[in-house]
């Protein structure tokens, strides 16, 4: 991996003992699969010397319910102030008549954009023994590995002016998709950086043949080429990207793209890894922490009944390990060790099969931290 700004504060402050991470476990199944991790994440420590200070903050509905807002001040306070972020899921069905600035969901968008976490790595890779677990053939799936990097703090999601509005026709509504030429020379520049660690392969995501924003994304790509002779780079349009993350997966290795693509894309890219209870990811800003959280959502539908997956919870807090405390070896133990349960033959209920035996959360939760290797083991 290329070192993130982010990446090297985590290094320097490996020579403390202490990381301090803030922890958010949000609504739904966030609660239950951040608990495990959390205990996973003690476990971890216990084995390679590490003390971890968990710190707990309240985002989203439950923020909504007891603070009266979805990201309190606080809250904001308790991240800019600890190594790293470690977040749920935030949303659900009680909030969801709510207007937009007492929605969960704009407690996460506030959080991204006041750590300026503008990029959002989010791996995909296949593990073997899954293989079976994708609606996607095996021969397709199989050996699939690229990373989405997805700019997290710009675009639609954030572009003024937004809102409704009384046109002569009637009610209009009004979204911007507005990005400046440095955050996206930023984020394409850590998609060279990122693809020259890799395979040397980027793929830029664009609508250049109708968006503005997307014009200038490619200009600017084409511009930054020539710093990165050994990256290959390939343009391609978003509609048909989407064709073929599902037709022909292992053609990737970094794909980088704007806020609203990516968020699609991602969703997307997960049916090759069988369940969006398997993805992790990671946003990184220029500097201070980093915001860690499962791709999955809330899932208000299985919210109490102990079966949520928590591999997604695990993976991301290796990424936390990796990129931003800088316990590489300990994030790569815990890689293994969820790698190691599934090979065991190991499920929860939106991996296993007809017929096969599902483990609940704290199940696998505690099977994973059995498989955990310290630096004692070797
Ligand atoms: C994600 C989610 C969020 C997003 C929602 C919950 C606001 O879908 O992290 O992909 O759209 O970014
Ligand atoms: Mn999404």
Known sequence: MATT???QAGTASAARTVKRVAVLPGDGIGPEV???TVQLLEH???RWGVRFEFSYGRIGGGAIDEDGEPLPAWVVDLCRGSDAVLLGAVGGPRWDRNPPHLRPEAGLLGLRKALGVYANLRPITVFPALLSSSPLREEVVAGADFLILRELTGGLYFGQPRGRVQEAEGTAVIDTLHYTEREVERILRLGFELARSRRGHLT???KANVL???RLWREVAERLAPEYPDVTLQHLLVDNAAMQIVRNPRQFDVVVTENMFGDILS?????ITGS???????SLGESGPGLYEPVHGSAPDIA???RANPLAAFLTAAMMLRHSLGLPEAADAVEQAVAAVLADGLRTADIAREGEAALSCREMGDEVRRRIQGRDDV
Do not use: K, N, R
């Open 204 to 206: 830029s995501v664009d």
């Open 44 to 46: 971890v420590g216990a």
């Open 5 to 7: 700004p982010a990446e």
């Open 276 to 282: 969006i209870g398997l993805l992790p990811s990671a």
């Open 267 to 271: 969703d997307e890219a997960a049916v």
């Open 304 to 306: 109490g009944t102990g």
């Open 212 to 214: 503005e924003s997307s």
């Open 34 to 36: 951040i608990a495990e």
